[in-house]
């Protein structure tokens, strides 16, 4: 198993630009999460999914928006890029299996909005 | 709402000496609790859990925790602190069986003296 990928691994965009952050899983997990990393901040929530068809919003999730139209799939998209969006994100899975509850996180994209 | 505090941003111990790493939280609700450990460049790794049962947590890597549910306390420790151990380390709390969501703290840098 690859387990969490996300790509790209670097970006840089211009203010008011837009783009899809990819991240994939090869589990069969049902939960899968965005998280942004800001220093001094640790890591927010920004989307989550339990499930291919259902979405909904975690602590930060003003400016990106997400779809799940596959287990496997949970992308993120910027409309609208602002230098605000300056950030490390990463992807995370979870089986949500009886006894399981682990949270598995990708490699992480570093987004610099200029 | 629940929320984590980890006290001291920035550790450092020398190599042998005990490493404590401080976690404190808020929660309505039983809690379930994390470690993760991130090393430069890379994810978010998990270092222990604490859902139910025995309140003294063995994870990986020679760490361990134990919830104190009347301090509200998930502190992490290690006896002896080797260079390998230099990373940032994050506690988190979650309250939904699934722990799509977790909330974390900012982050504690442990750094290694020779």
């Known amino acids: 198993n690859a387990g969490v990928t996300q790509t790209p691994k670097f970006q840089v965009l211009k203010t008011g630009q837009s783009m899809t952050l990819q991240c994939a899983q090869d589990?069969?997990?049902?939960?899968m999460s965005w998280y942004r990393q800001d220093p001094g901040m640790g890591l927010r929530l920004i989307h989550y999914?339990?499930?291919?068809?259902?979405?909904d919003q975690g602590e930060v999730p003003n400016g990106y928006n997400v779809s799940r139209s596959t287990t496997e799939d949970f992308p993120l998209r910027l409309l609208s890029a602002a230098p605000s969006q300056t950030s490390v994100y990463f992807c995370?899975?979870?089986?949500?299996?009886?006894?399981?509850?682990?949270?598995?996180f990708g490699p992480g994209t570093r987004l610099t909005v200029l | 709402a629940q929320s984590v505090t980890q006290l001291g941003s920035h550790v450092s111990v020398s190599e042998g000496a005990l490493v404590l790493l401080r976690c404190n939280y808020s929660?309505?609700?039983?809690?379930?609790l994390f470690w993760y450990v991130q090393y430069p460049n890379q994810g978010l790794q998990l270092l222990l859990k604490y859902t139910t049962g025995a309140t003294l947590v063995k994870g990986i890597n020679g760490f361990e925790a134990e919830f104190k549910k009347s301090e509200t306390s998930f502190h992490l420790t290690k006896p002896s602190a080797h260079m390998s151990d230099a990373a940032e380390y994050f506690c988190a709390v979650s309250i939904s069986f699934g722990n799509e969501k977790l909330t974390f703290g900012t982050g504690t840098r442990l750094t290694i003296i020779p």
């Open positions: 929660s309505s609700v039983p809690p379930y």
């Open positions: 999914s339990v499930g291919a068809g259902i979405t």
């Open positions: 995370a899975s979870n089986p949500r299996l009886a006894g399981v509850d682990t949270q598995y």
């Open positions: 589990m069969n997990h049902e939960y």
